[in-house]
C-alpha cells in the first residue's frame, strides 16, 4: 500500500531542476586543542533529483560533517553547496523548506509522544495538525508501530522504533532532498531491514531525493543508487557499485573500499574523530 | 502580506503549544518550581512581618502592612521578570539538553519567528506562576491591595517583559558561543541585575558604584513604578519617569538582541558548536 505523503506546492524551477544537490570543492576545518583538523578536504559530488546517493565511509570520515553542510548547521570553508540550485548560505530558509535530515541519534523531545513530536514537526513546516495527525497514522502504522504507542512518552520507545518515528517525521514534512546520517546505526538487525525497506519503498512511491551515509557495505549497495566512498575527507571514488567493481576489478565493494583508501572498513572503523 | 503573517504567527504558535506539553509531562518539575516560588516569596514576607522583632522597636501595623506589600511586590515582580529571562536565555541550552538543537536549527522558521514563539510561551508561563505565588502567598500574609492602581501595574510589568525579553534573546547567544559556559554566564548577569535593582530594598542603600548599575537596569524602573502603583495607587502619567527608561531598554535591547543572537548563530554554524553534545 502506498503511503499518501503530502506534497507541498514548490516554486516551478524546483519541479524542473535536474540536481538536487552540487557541492563545489567544500572543504571543512575545525579547531582542536593540538591542531587544525580537516574534516572534509574540497569534496564535489553531484546527486540527480530522484537518486539515492550514498556515502560510505568509515566513522571520523568526514560524511556527518559533509552532511551537516548540506543541511544548513555547518558553514563551509571554502567551496559552495547548492540544493535544487539554491545556495545553502545565501538562500538557507529556501533550502530548509526543501531538505529534512535524520541523524544517528534520534532528536526529539523526549518526553513528549511520537504523535505530539509529529505534530510540532509538522507545524515547523507547514503541515496542519490535523493532516499531519492523519499522515503519521499511516506512516507509522506502515512502519509496524501499533496505534497505541503513538501517544506514549518516546523515551519509553525502543532506539529502533525512535528511529522509525524520525524517518517518519522527515517524510511527513515532505522533502524533496532528504538526508539520511547513518540512519540504521545501532539498530538491531530486524529493526535495520524494516528501515532499509521503507526507504526503498518510499522511494519508488515518490519523488524525494535521498542522500545517504552508512558505514555498512550492504546498505551502501542495497539501497544506493550511486556511491561515493569518503576517506579522510576526501571523495576517493564515486559511481554505480557495479561500475566500482569493474573501474578497481573487485567483486565485492569491500574490495573497492580497500583498494580506494587502503584501508579495511573495519581498520577504518576508528572511534569518530571530534567534530 | 496578512497571509505571510497568519503564516508566521502558526509556525509561532508551534513553540507555544510545545512548550504547554513539555510543561504537562514535566509537571512534577513545574510543581517544584511553584512550590519554591511560593516558600521564598513566603520567606520574604514574614521578613515584613518580623521587622519589629527584627529591629527591637515599636512599628505600628501599617507600616508593617507596607513593609510586607514592599517586599513582595519586589520578590513577585522579580519571579515574573526572572522567569523571562531564565526561560528565553535557556532556549539554547534546553533544546541541547533534550537533543533536539539541530532540529530545530534547521528547520525552515525565521529566528525572529522562533525567539517571538519563546518569548510568548515564557510570557504565558511567567504570567501563570506571578499570578499563582500572589494567589498562595495572599493566603498566609495579609495583603492590602487597597490602594493600588492594577491598570499601571499591568503597564509596567509589560513595559519590564519587554525589556526583559531583550537581555534574555542576548544571554541565550551565550551558551551558543561558549557551550558549557555560556549559561553559568547568563546566570551570573541575572544575579547582578537582582542585587543592583532595588528587588528587596531601596537602591540608595547601595554604594555608589552599584548604584550607577542600577541606573542601567530596567528591573530598578520596574519594581520602583510596580511599588508606586499597587502601594500608593499612583496612575501611569506620575510613573511615566520609571516607564520610559524600561521602555527604551526593551526597544533597544530586542533588535540588539535579536542581531547578536544572530551573529552569533553563524558563529556557531561556522565553528561547529551548533551541535546537540555542545
Redesign the interface.
Known amino acids: 500500500m502506498a503511503i499518501e505523503i503530502a506534497t507541498r506546492p514548490r516554486e516551478p524551477d524546483v519541479m524542473t531542476t535536474r540536481d538536487a544537490l552540487v557541492a563545489t570543492s567544500v572543504s571543512k576545518t575545525f579547531k582542536t586543542e593540538k591542531s587544525p583538523r580537516r574534516a572534509v578536504d574540497g569534496v564535489s559530488l553531484r546527486v540527480r533529483r530522484g537518486e539515492i546517493y550514498g556515502l560510505l565511509g568509515a566513522n571520523g570520515s568526514g560524511k556527518s560533517t559533509l552532511i551537516r553542510m548540506f543541511s544548513t548547521l555547518l558553514i563551509p570553508d571554502q567551496g559552495a553547496v547548492r540544493v535544487f540550485d539554491r545556495d545553502v548560505q545565501h538562500d538557507e530558509l529556501a533550502v530548509k523548506r526543501l531538505i529534512n535530515r535524520v541523524s544517528v541519534e534520534a532528536s526529539f523531545f523526549k518526553k513528549l509522544s511520537a504523535m505530539e513530536n509529529l505534530v510540532y514537526a509538522g507545524r515547523l513546516y507547514g503541515v496542519a495538525p490535523d493532516d499531519a495527525r492523519t499522515k503519521a497514522h499511516e506512516i507509522l502504522r506502515r512502519l509496524g508501530i501499533a496505534e497505541d504507542r503513538l501517544n506514549e512518552p518516546l523515551e519509553k520507545l525502543s532506539r529502533g522504533m525512535q528511529q522509525k518515528i524520525a524517518i517518519a517525521r522527515a517524510f511527513l514534512t515532505a522533502p524533496m532532498l532528504l538526508l539520511l546520517d547513518e540512519p540504521t546505526t545501532g539498530l538491531d538487525i530486524r529493526s535495520k531491514r524494516e528501515v532499509q525497506t521503507f526507504v526503498q519503498d518510499l522511494r519508488l512511491e515518490h519523488d524525494a531525493t535521498i542522500v545517504l551515509t552508512t558505514h555498512d557495505l550492504d546498505e551502501a549497495e542495497r539501497l544506493s543508487d550511486r556511491v561515493g566512498i569518503i576517506h579522510e575527507g576526501r571523495l576517493v571514488a564515486e559511481g554505480t557499485s557495479d561500475e566500482l567493481r569493474a573501474r578497481y576489478g573487485a567483486s565485492a565493494l569491500e574490495e573497492v573500499f580497500m583498494t580506494a583508501t587502503g584501508r579495511r572498513l573495519e581498520d577504518a572503523d576508528e572511534p569518530e574523530r571530534a567534530k | 502580506m496578512i497571509a505571510q503573517v497568519n503564516?508566521q504567527i502558526?509556525?509561532a504558535?508551534?513553540f507555544v503549544?510545545?512548550e504547554i506539553?513539555?510543561s504537562k509531562?514535566?509537571w512534577a518539575w513545574e510543581i517544584v518550581w511553584l512550590v519554591y516560588g511560593v516558600v521564598t516569596s513566603l520567606s520574604v514576607a514574614y521578613i515584613g512581618l518580623a521587622a519589629p522583632a527584627i529591629s527591637g522597636g515599636q512599628v505600628d501595623e501599617a507600616a508593617i502592612s507596607r513593609f510586607v506589600l514592599y517586599l513582595l511586590v519586589g520578590t513577585i515582580a522579580w519571579r515574573f521578570l526572572g522567569i523571562i529571562f531564565e526561560n528565553i536565555g535557556e532556549v539554547i541550552a534546553w533544546e541541547r539538553w533534550?537533543?533536539?538543537?539541530?532540529?530545530?536549527?534547521?528547520?525552515?522558521?525565521?529566528r525572529l519567528t522562533h525567539l517571538l514563539g519563546m518569548c510568548a510561551a515564557t510570557l504565558v508561563r511567567a504570567l501563570a506562576f506571578s499570578i499563582a505565588i500572589l494567589g498562595c502567598v495572599t493566603l498566609f500574609v495579609p495583603v492590602d491591595l487597597s490602594h493600588a492602581n492594577v491598570i499601571s501595574a499591568v503597564v509596567l510589568l509589560a513595559v519590564g517583559a519587554l525589556a526583559f525579553i531583550g537581555l534574555g534573546i542576548a544571554s541565550a547567544a551565550f551558551p551558543l558561543m561558549w557551550t558549557e559556559k555560556g549559561l553559568q554566564m547568563a546566570y551570573i548577569v541575572q544575579a547582578i541585575v537582582l542585587l543592583v535593582s532595588g528587588v528587596y530594598y531601596p537602591v540608595s542603600v547601595l554604594p555608589a558604584w552599584m548604584q550607577v548599575l542600577s541606573t542601567i537596569s530596567p528591573a530598578t524602573y520596574v519594581i520602583r513604578g510596580m511599588r508606586s502603583a499597587l502601594m500608593d495607587g499612583a496612575d501611569l502619567p506620575s510613573l511615566w519617569p520609571e516607564v520610559w527608561p524600561a521602555l527604551v531598554v526593551g526597544v533597544l535591547s530586542i533588535p540588539l538582541g535579536l542581531r547578536l543572537f544572530v551573529a552569533v548563530e553563524?558563529y556557531a554554524?561556522?565553528?561547529?558548536r551548533?551541535?546537540?553534545s555542545g
Do not use: D, N, Q, W
Open positions: 503564516g502558526g509556525l504558535y508551534a503549544e510545545r506539553a513539555l509531562r514535566y533534550e537533543g533536539t538543537i539541530e532540529y530545530t536549527f534547521m528547520s525552515p522558521v525565521p553563524r554554524k561556522k565553528t561547529g551548533l551541535k546537540r
